[in-house]
Every structure is written in C-alpha cells, then in structure tokens.
C-alpha cells in the first residue's frame, strides 16, 4: 500500500470515527441521523466553549494573526477544523471559544448566525398565502389557505423552538410546517417570533408571546382572517412547547380574554429546571440533538447570563430551602409511569442558598416552569395533545405533566415515541420526521 492510499485510509477511518455514533437498535435511519448530528456536531465545536486555544507557538497561527481582516475570518475556521481534527481535547488547560475568536461577545449569537442561513422568506405558494405582519409589535407569519371557504376556519397559534435563544418563524422547517397545517387542515395559522436570549430574558419571551396571543384572540383579528372563534389551538415545540403551556395557563386568569383556547399541543415540551436529574437526563444526558450541558445553557441563559446559575443547576443545587415545597410537582418517583423509572433511585434535592432565588426568581416563576403549577390551575386547561420521545433528556417532563394533567381530570391525548428523539419535527429529511406530523395533523383534524 503506498503512502497516499494509507494516508486515505486514516482520513477515512477519522471521518468514520467523527461521524460515527452508536444508536439503539429501534432507531429509523440510523446512518442519516448520525450525518445529520455530524454537521450539527461541527457547528457546536465551532461555537460553544469547547475549543482549543490558539496555540502561540503554531507558525501558521501567527501567519494568519497577520493577515487582512477580510482574510482572516475563513482562515480561523479552516485552522480551528485543522486543529478539531487532529485532537483538540476539552481538559486542555488554556481553551477559547470560536465566539472570542471572531470577536463575539457571545456564543449562542453564533448559532444564530448559523441558524439565519435557513430562513427564507414569507413567500405564498399555488396553496397558501403568506403574510408578514405584527401582532402588537410582536413580529409573526400567517398563513391562510387559497381555496375558498363557506365557513369560519380553525386558527393555530405556533410558538417555534430553540431552546429561548435561537430559532424563527422564518426557519425553513417551521416554514413547511406552518404551510403543510394549514393546507391540510384549512386552518389559519399564525407562527410568531418572540425576543431571544442572551439579549433579552425571562419574562421577557413569556410576555412577547403571550401579547401576540391576545392579539390573535381579538374579534377584530379574528374577523380579519376569517378564524372562528371557538377552534382556536396552540402549538409549539421544546421551548416554544414551554412558552405555549405557560401562555395557556396565564390565559385562565386573564379576565380581559374572552376568547378561550380550545386544545394545546406540546411536542417534546421543556416544563421544568428545577430537577435536570431526571431518569431522561441520565439515560440521554449525551444523546444526539440535544445534550444535558447544552439544555442546562439553554435553561440559564433564559434567567440570566450569569454563569454561576448554570453550574449550580449542573451540580443540583440552585433551588433554595424555602422553596422545598415545590418539588412534589416534580417528584419524577410518584408522577413517572413505572416502566420509565426502570430502576433509578430518587434522591432528595440539594438544596443551594437563596441568593440566586433571589437575583434571578424566574426559575422559580410558573410562567417559565409550567409543571409547577398546582392542580386548581391545571384543572381548567383545554383538551391536550402531548409529543413525548424516548430518545430525548426532556421526555420525563413531559411525561409528569401528562400525569398531573390526567389526575386533575384534563383530557390528554399523549403520544409517546419510542424511535423519537429531541428535534424528531425539525429533521424533514427523516421518515419519523413526516410520520409525526401527520400523526399530528390528523390529531388536530379530528379535536380542532
């Protein structure tokens, strides 16, 4: 063998390598989710706080510190690739983050930027027409369907997710979403967008959506769009399955709503922080999409970017004595079904001081933890459709509110995923993907 082909030979076994990932045997497409979760994996090496440092002593390192600004943003990927591939290890003292080195201040701004490369904008089709508008300075598409219509139709209010810091309305995938629901199901449909973090925090997404969905319920609005009144859902996955329970429970006490909703539905709902220990965390801490460093980011960077919560959250120790009582809506020991316990051992909490309670209370708020709210509010919810995946660390909270909502006596249709994974709606190349939304729309066809 000569020395090019077995140079081949080791590029092919590292790419292997880097692409390979083990996989439970029921997973569909296996070799598809793996490539896919390789580019997702060399997006994150590029922006999160897990690259090596620039090494000083490199000399094309140095040669690149001197080129033209213009140069050197392609030439600081192509080394920071080099140097991903040929070792870079998260113990190595010195580390710097792909933001710093391009001069962000921070690195979920990065993954925006990524993510910006997959809007499209609000263009109708032969079925849909799509409109860009706001809904009282809230920024939202709607689509309504062209053919005709003797009757009022169903309204739809989806809230997009990313983890309340990145994501759009204008994300390719939501995009077809929001179409494929309301050609099939002669809805209107109205995807909003809402402020991120690390700019903005809590309560600040909370009350943006919440303001938009008032908006949506006024007569006027409705009128306007042709939405019958009484078919009105609520949608929205991971963090906007988050906003869309929280909404849907501040929308029972509002006395300025008259317009009530008439079902929700949660895909793979974020619904709590104040346990991130569950037997889902442990089993998937490091499963594909979604990691348990990653959604313990996600969850800080909604309060604060104040990093001392984020590690008091990673060691179990955030929510203060005082707050004890609110554990036993999280109790995963009494609220999870038997078979999904399999054999983990509840721990009781540790508890932390009060100080970051006090400096940053939304953790603790209901309006961002919907599971912490007590039976009377949860008595009054609407009909209720609830995605679970058996592959995702965010599958038990969803699962605790399936089993608070039932014993309050609330109607809930849940189904559970047993090839599914965090993001299963997002990856439109995949069958579970289109198997799961159109178990959805046949859901919403049939109970809108």
Known sequence: MGRKSLYLLIVGILIAYYIYTPLPDNVEEPWRMMWINAHLKTIQNLVTERMVAWPKNDMVARQVMGRREEETWLAKVVLLYRWILTGSSPQREQMATFVELLGLHHFMDSFKVVGSFDEVPPTSDENVTVTETKFNNILVRVYVPKRKSEA????LFYIHGGGWCVGSAALSGYDLLSRW????LDAVVVSTNYRLAP???FPIQFEDVYNALRWFLRKKVLAKYGVNPERIGISGDSAGGNLAAAVTQQLLDDPDVKIKLKIQSLIY???QPLDVDL???QENSNFLFLS???MVRFWSEYFTTDRSLEKAMLSRQHVPVESSHLFKFVNWSSLLPERFIKGHVYNNPN????ELAKKYPGFLDVRAAPLLADDNKLRGLPLTYVITCQYDLLRDDGLMYVTRLRNTGVQVTHNHVEDGFHGAFS???LKISHRLINQYIEWLKENL
């Open 351 to 354: 508890y932390g001081s009060s």
């Open 199 to 201: 700019k903005y925090h």
């Open 181 to 184: 629901t309301a050609d099939r």
């Open 269 to 271: 709902p974020a619904l």
């Open 292 to 294: 348990k460093s990653l």
């Open 279 to 281: 037997p889902s965390y």
């Open 152 to 155: 009022l139709r169903r309204g």
């Open 427 to 429: 990856f439109l190349g």
